[in-house]
């Protein structure tokens, strides 16, 4: 296991309770570096929308918590936020949750010379994701998938 992945999930199991105390639904968790500096991320969320207060609410409780078991080396930046409408689908939950709803796909490498594509997501498992373009059932293998997030209709 990677120290990234080490410290996201260290990460998670302590904000998991926190955010869950609160009535909320964690999301995410990412430890990424941008611009040099690194970012610790939770991603929090609720029906009806996470607010700057809620995102508060657990930015201090997490912050304390972080301070009394200090496992991240580096210097770093710490946020609370909401996933946001366009939020990636990574974990099973979020495939189940979005199943019917318009989402995008991007891969690593171009099928039939394109990168991006955009359909209702029909079904998913732990190998495959498999969206309606448009009325053509189109499957795509995780392994080639670099994102898949909820696709904003205007």
């Not at 500096?37 to 700057?52: N, Q």
């Not at 099973?92 to 979005?98: G, H, L, N, V």
């Not at 099928?111 to 955009?118: P, S, V």
Request: proline share 4%; hydrophobic share 35%; glycine share 6%.
């Amino acid at each position: 296991m990677s120290r990234k992945e080490e410290y996201e999930q260290k990460a998670e199991a302590m904000l998991a309770p926190i955010v869950e105390s609160n009535g909320f639904e964690l999301v995410d968790v990412e430890y990424v570096k941008e611009a040099g500096t690194w970012y610790l991320r939770g991603y929090i969320d609720k029906p009806g929308g996470i607010t700057v207060n809620d995102c508060e609410t657990v930015s201090r409780a997490f912050s304390d918590k972080l301070d009394e078991d200090d496992f991240i080396e580096d210097s770093y930046i710490m946020e609370i936020s909401s996933p946001g409408l366009d939020r990636p689908l990574k974990k099973e939950k979020d495939f189940a949750r979005s199943i019917g709803k318009l989402v995008e796909i991007r891969t690593y490498r171009p099928i039939e010379k394109q990168k991006e594509f955009c359909g209702e997501l029909t079904a998913y498992d732990n190998n495959s994701v498999t969206i309606d373009e448009e009325g053509t059932p189109r499957t795509f293998d995780k392994k080639d998938i670099a994102l898949v997030r909820l696709a904003i209709d205007f």
